[in-house]
């Protein structure tokens, strides 16, 4: 840190990503991507677009806003794309909250939250999960300020129905409501529809887990115009191009294989159920995990040690030092190979 950080800066935490390590090659199941390569559309269309680098891209992303639009049965007003989707997270965080206006999240949720509030001045309340790990919505609803819901949430895998949360949204008419969908294609119910009823939801989805774009950066948030506009404010004020022609092209060529993307859901929904079902075996519980990946932990290992050997055998997954979730480890859904390796790799550790 230099002499001349500002002291709002200097006091910030900031996020720590999944282990990205480079000294030898790992099973990589800690960072919640895909394991299958983009669609092949998606990869023929960013490289003719690479072509096209030395112009600026359309800030306004019209076709990909048109057809992601489409694919979510909403008009392109209401639609904004972002630089993947922590972006327009953070968009939100800029627009719906400030010293008057607290944020209000789960304390155990995506680590993210915490550090757009700080990194933007703002308050927050991080509202503790219940025994099971269950949101509390009551406590969430009645707190003031402003809501982030990551549905599935994450780490834990939990899904809250699509009618719980129009719940809160009816009875907070006054407030917004942020429902970050990042892993809603692997088996949970995306709350779009709700967004031409009510004018204070936000859902947000990413192109980075089930299109299997997470190196090009692609997010995008849809609500109901003002909303939007709100949002294209911020954009408008800090990168107008933040969405590049490569990814605009390559999401364009997500969007229009939907075989592909169908596809490729059901297949880390039956590797999923697999890794649940051999390592319920090997005497681990599990969350109902409704992402792409598991949250598991058994009474035969302790879960910093189980991340530590699965690490020495080559497979990386995630573990959180939290006091109340330090016992699980979060593992990647990847493919139905690199699950087999895993459980292999438990079975060994557990009869060493
Ligand atoms: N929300 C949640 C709950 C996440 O886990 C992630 C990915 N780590 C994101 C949002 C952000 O994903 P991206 O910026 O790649 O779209």
């Given amino acids: 840190m230099s002499k001349f950080l500002t002291e709002k800066i200097q006091k910030l935490t900031p996020y720590v990503p999944g282990e990205q390590p480079k000294e030898r090659k790992y099973i990589k199941l800690n960072t919640n991507e895909s394991p299958f390569p983009p669609s092949d559309k998606a990869i023929k269309k960013a490289s003719e677009e690479a072509k096209k680098l030395m112009l600026y891209p359309d800030p306004d992303c019209n076709e990909l806003t048109a057809l992601v639009a489409k694919t979510c049965n909403v008009?392109?007003?209401n639609v904004?794309?972002?630089?993947?989707?922590?972006?327009?997270?953070?968009?939100?965080?800029?627009?719906?909250?400030?010293?008057?206006?607290k944020a209000v999240f789960a304390d155990i949720?995506?680590?993210?939250?915490k550090v757009f509030a700080s990194l933007n001045g703002i308050p927050y309340k991080e509202i503790p999960l219940k025994a099971d790990f269950s949101l509390d919505l009551e406590a969430l609803s009645n707190e003031d300020g402003t809501l982030f819901i990551a549905n599935p949430n994450a780490p834990t895998g939990l899904f809250v129905p699509v009618s719980v949360i129009e719940e809160i949204v009816a009875k907070n008419p006054t407030r917004i409501v942020v429902i970050d969908e990042a892993y809603v294609d692997f088996g949970g119910e995306s709350c779009i529809p709700l967004t031409k009823k009510y004018d204070n939801i936000l859902v947000v989805q990413t192109f980075s887990k089930s299109r299997s774009m997470a190196g090009a950066r692609l997010g995008f948030a849809v609500g109901n115009k003002e909303l939007i506009a709100d949002l294209m404010r911020i954009?408008?004020?800090?990168?107008?191009?933040?969405?590049?022609?490569?990814?605009?092209?390559?999401?364009?060529g997500a969007m229009e294989d939907s075989g592909y993307f169908e596809n490729n859901c059901k297949k880390i929904i039956e590797n999923r159920e697999y890794t649940h079902k051999e390592l319920e075996k090997l005497g681990f519980v599990h969350t109902n995990s409704m992402t792409n990946f598991v949250f598991v932990k058994s009474d035969k290992i302790d879960g910093a040690q189980l991340y530590?050997?699965?690490?020495?055998?080559?497979?990386?997954?995630?573990?959180?030092?939290?006091?109340?979730?330090k016992e699980y480890n979060r593992i990647t859904v990847g493919s139905a190979q690199e699950m087999q390796a895993l459980v292999n790799a438990v079975k060994e550790i557990l009869g060493e």
Avoid: Q, W
Wanted: charged share 30%; with cysteine; net charge neutral.
């Fill in 75 to 77: 008009d392109k007003e």
């Fill in 80 to 101: 904004i794309l972002s630089n993947g989707s922590d972006e327009v997270l953070n968009f939100a965080f800029m627009a719906y909250c400030d010293e008057k206006t």
């Fill in 109 to 113: 949720t995506y680590g993210f939250y």
């Fill in 235 to 252: 954009k408008y004020s800090t990168n107008p191009y933040n969405v590049n022609r490569m990814t605009a092209a390559a999401g364009v």
């Fill in 308 to 325: 530590k050997k699965l690490k020495d055998k080559g497979i990386l997954v995630r573990h959180f030092d939290k006091e109340e979730i």
